[in-house]
Each structure stands twice: as C-alpha cells, then as structure tokens.
C-alpha cells in the first residue's frame, strides 16, 4: 500500500514537473516571439498620404546628331585618286580652306579640251580683228563680218561653260589635278578618304562638315509612349559624359512614321549647343515632365509593391496593425506615384520593409 502511494506520488510529481517546464517554455517562446515582434516593428517607417496636383514624368533614349540645316557632306562629281588630303576627323576648318586633291582623268580630259578651245578662241579673235579692218577698207561684207563674230562669240562661250565646269569640281591645279575646299566653316565630322583611295561621281560622301554650334536630339518614342509625348514638350538631357549635368530644350517636331529599325517615332530638340558639349553620335536620356491642374493621391514610388500583376501598399491601420490594400496608379514621377483609387489623404502606408510585412501577412 504505501509503495503504492510513493508510485503515484511521484508519478504527479513528474506530471506537475513536465506541465511547469511546458508552460515555463510557452512562456519563453511568448516572450521571444514578443521581442521578436517589438524589434521588427521598430524597423517599419511609414508615411502619409498626401494630395497635389498631378505630375507625370517619362524617360526616353536617344541620341545627338549635327544640325542636318548646317550639314554640308561632299560627294565627288567625278571619279578620280585622291593624291593628298590636309585635315583629319575632328578638325576645325573654315570655308574655302583646302581639304585635298583629287587627280581626275574626266578632269584632264576637259582641261585638254579647255586649252583647244581657247587656242580656237584665239584664231577666232585674231580673224575678228582681221574682218573688222577689211570691213572698214570695204574689202568684206557685212555678213562675212557677222560669221566672223559669231564664231568668236561661240568660242567665248564654249570657253565660259568649260570654266565653270571644272569650277564645280573645285580649285583647278592643272595636268587633272583640282583642289578641294570647305563648303562652310564647321567640323569634321566624317572622313572616308585617305591618300590613295578612290573617290567615284555620286558614291558615298568623302566627307562631312557641319556647325555643331546647334544640334539635335532624336529621341526615340514607342507606340506605348504616343498619348504622352506631343510637340512643344519641355524636355531635360543628361549624359553620362557630364554627370549632375542637365540641358533644358523642346520637342520641336514628332514624326508621323515609325523607323522600321528602330520600331519607334522620332522626336527632334533642337539645341543651342555654344560650349560644343553635346557632340555627334553621343548617347543621352530624355526625361519629359508635365504638370496637371486636378489634384490626386499622391505616394512615394518606393512604398509599391509589385505582384500578380497589380500594385499594392501596406496600410497602418493602427499601432502595430497593418492590412495590404490594391492601389490604382495613373502617372508617376521619378520619386512620387498618383493613384486613381486604393488610398485617401491621411493614411499612413509603410516605406520600409515593407516587402517583410507583405510576406507575413500574405503567409497567414
């Protein structure tokens, strides 16, 4: 009997021991998740919806080209050799000023038949002469005299067109050789001819120069983008070249045609450019902002969350108490998002972490 009463003794002994230490270690785990919580919540940071008139705000990619108004490129008239050439890619030049020499066989042969024509030039001046003398001494008539100004006259003007003939080909050097000039005061900006290479009539341009004291940027704009983007938009630019760096311009003109390469509408800025910042072929990104006069739901962009193909926010719905809420963006800027429906002023939505608190509450 009495070993009877030790064995249950002891047996609630070991119930009430194992239930204490069970409930000692919910407790701990009471705590622990407690503090755990506590520490989680001192790192969410929130913010309030607020009101203001709405902004949207676009970023396109493009490209700086010279100014096709002040664009000169030279094609050659005739096939030939280019015997020198005096500048390089880059260069500065002004107009008039010699760029090389190109040896033509089309030119040799019109300097060969310039020289015959003005040896024909000559007898036929020399005869002219002679017919005027003998006219006055009454030896020639009237109308030999006027076959022999004519003649003159023909040779006069075959003479002319010859000159401004080979003129058009540029500076004459004589045995074929002609020198050619800038067209207008500008840069270099394409070079594809050396010493010894060839030049064909009507090929592609030996060279180009242009006045890069304007220029254009042609930004590319997408069917997506076409609601948007219309002419006389302000625009910004910015270059990696010159980081912090912003140039102001506007959307001069906007295509009606899709580039087929591009798949994509081209818009033009035309830019003063005095400080020759903005060079050809330099790429560039355009942002395009503009301010409506109706007020909307305004939050940080930051504080959006991104799934199932929907926006969503984490919402304060009081100390400790948050709720996830769909919201209905309408236009962004590069730091604030405007929403159509989802929030109203004076709530307070989560701005950090809140990608942990969407994961646990979405996980319960």
Aim: hydrophobic share 40%; net charge negative; aromatic share 6%.
């Amino acid at each position: 009997m009495i070993k009877k009463q030790i064995t249950i003794l002891f047996s609630v002994f070991c119930f009430c021991l194992v239930t204490g230490c069970a409930n000692h270690t919910d407790r701990a785990a009471d705590r622990e998740d407690h503090q755990i919580h506590f520490q989680f919540l001192k790192n969410i940071k929130t913010v309030e919806v607020v009101t203001s008139d709405q902004e949207t705000e676009m970023t396109l990619t493009g490209k700086v080209i010279s100014d096709l108004d002040q664009t000169v490129a030279y094609i050659p008239l005739v096939s030939g050799v280019i015997e020198r050439t005096y500048f390089s890619l880059g260069d500065k030049v002004s107009k008039g000023q010699k760029l090389m020499d190109i040896w033509s066989t089309e030119l040799s042969a019109l300097e060969a038949e310039m020289i015959s024509v003005e040896t024909a030039l000559t007898i036929a001046r020399r005869e002219l002469r002679t017919a005027r003398s003998m006219h006055a001494d009454g030896m020639l008539s009237e109308r030999e005299l006027l076959e022999a100004k004519g003649q003159a006259k023909q040779a006069e003007a075959m003479l002319g067109k010859l000159k401004a003939d080979i003129s058009v080909f540029g500076s004459s050097k004589g045995n074929g050789t002609f020198a050619v000039t800038s067209p207008v005061n500008g840069y270099i900006i394409t070079k594809d001819v050396s010493q010894g290479s060839t030049v064909s009539a009507e090929g592609d341009p030996a060279f180009t120069v242009a006045d890069l004291s304007s220029v254009w940027i042609i930004a590319n704009v997408y069917a997506s983008n076409l609601s948007f983007v219309r002419e006389g938009m302000e625009a910004v630019i910015t270059t990696l070249s010159y980081p912090g760096e912003e140039f102001s311009g506007k959307i001069s003109t906007l295509s009606q045609v899709f580039d087929p390469e591009d798949k994509a509408l081209k818009a033009r800025i035309v830019m003063v450019n005095p400080d020759l910042k903005l060079k050809p072929k330099m790429s560039v990104v355009i942002t395009l902002k503009e301010t409506y006069t109706h007020q909307k739901v305004a939050i940080p962009s930051e504080v959006l969350i991104f799934d199932n193909d929907t926006y969503h926010v984490i919402v304060e719905e009081g100390e400790g108490h948050f709720s996830i809420r769909e919201v209905v963006p309408v236009g962004h800027t590069r730091d604030m998002t405007f929403l159509a429906a989802g929030l109203k002023e004076g709530e307070k939505v989560v701005a950090k972490n809140q990608l942990l608190v969407y994961s646990e509450l979405k996980g319960k």
